[in-house]
Each structure stands twice: as structure tokens, then as C-alpha cells.
């Protein structure tokens, strides 16, 4: 098991960016894959991006390909989400989640831990 808090949440203009960083806790860090999911208000929870315990591997949902990009430092025990030309429909509560296996996943089920989450708001 391992506990995720994550940060960088914030209201941000339209085609502006932020950067979500997400700690764990624990010392295996390196051996999970992570994965950011994020909610809107009245709508099911969707994945945006993961990436394996190396960092060689990442996989993006098609709405944030090309915009949002996921990083992982091990020895920092951190996961990173920068997020740039944000648009509106990115509003959302962003959550971290961690898997272990090998691969990356893209499905909630394939967690089974997962943080508090951070909102972000983007206005028009």
C-alpha cells in the first residue's frame, strides 16, 4: 500500500497551464505504475495519462495527447501532470492512483490506491 496526496490544483485561464505533482509514501515507489484520473461534477471518472515504474512507458487518453504530459521522479517518490493549453472541459478534481504490475493501465480498476484528489478550474 501507499498513500498519494497531490498538489497544483488552482483556477487558471483558459490556454494557460498548471503542473500536478503527486508524493507517495512508502519505499517501493519505483515498482508501481501511475496513472492521473480526473471528475468532473455529474460525470463518471475518466483516465488521462499513466506511465510505467521506469518511466519509459506512458499512455495518454485522446483528449490531452499532445497537451498534458505525465513524469515520474523515483527518487523523489513524486508523480508530475504538467498541463498546458488547459480549455474549459479540463475542469475537473484530478486524482493520482497507483498499480502494481508491469505495463500501463488505463482503467480504474487496475488501481488500487489512490489520493484525494486536487480541482482544477479553467474559465473561459
Known amino acids: 500500500q501507499v498513500q498519494l496526496v497531490e498538489s497544483g490544483g488552482g483556477l487558471v485561464q483558459a490556454g494557460g497551464s498548471l503542473r500536478l505533482s503527486c508524493v507517495a509514501s512508502?519505499?517501493?515507489?519505483?515498482?508501481?505504475?501511475m496513472g492521473w484520473f480526473r471528475q468532473a461534477p455529474g460525470k463518471e471518472r475518466e483516465f488521462v495519462a499513466a506511465?510505467?515504474?521506469?518511466?519509459?512507458?506512458?499512455y495518454y487518453a485522446d483528449s490531452v495527447k499532445g497537451r498534458f504530459t505525465i513524469s515520474r521522479y523515483n527518487a523523489k517518490n513524486t508523480v508530475y501532470l504538467q498541463m498546458n493549453s488547459l480549455k474549459p472541459e479540463d475542469t475537473a478534481v484530478y486524482s493520482c492512483?497507483?498499480?502494481?504490475?508491469?505495463?500501463?493501465?488505463?482503467?480504474?480498476?487496475?488501481?488500487?490506491?489512490w489520493g484525494q484528489g486536487t480541482q482544477v478550474t479553467v474559465s473561459s
Open positions: 492512483a497507483a498499480a502494481q504490475g508491469p505495463g500501463v493501465f488505463h482503467t480504474t480498476r487496475s488501481y488500487d490506491n
Open positions: 512508502g519505499r517501493t515507489f519505483s515498482s508501481y505504475t
Open positions: 506511465i510505467n515504474w521506469s518511466g519509459a512507458s506512458t
